[in-house]
């Protein structure tokens, strides 16, 4: 059974994370610790939480949606996966 729990919905109150909190979020997602949190589960699985988290519920097309603008606005280096730093500046603006 797939652990339905959103984990950064604790979280979702903070106006800012600290490193601490940002490395347990990377580890979180980073489930393959390739340094990268990339398209397919793990890509899916951060930022159908992160629309849960801030109170938006999502269809599968609006997650693809969500993950296409995403890319666009994150991924600087545009190699289609977020590194440490893009998820740093996705979360703390």
């Known amino acids: 059974m797939a652990d339905t729990t959103n984990f950064l919905a604790k979280y979702s109150g903070l106006r800012s994370l600290g490193l601490e909190q940002l490395n347990e979020i990377w580890g979180h997602y980073d489930t393959d610790g390739s340094g990268y949190i990339e398209v397919g589960p ?19 097309r609006e997650v693809e949606e969500f993950i296409e603008g995403v890319l666009e606005m994150f991924d600087l280096d545009q190699d289609g996966r977020l590194d440490f730093a893009e998820v740093e500046e996705l979360l703390n603006g």
């Open 42 to 60: 793990e890509l899916d699985r951060f930022l159908t939480d992160l629309m849960k988290a801030g109170g938006m519920s999502a269809t599968e």
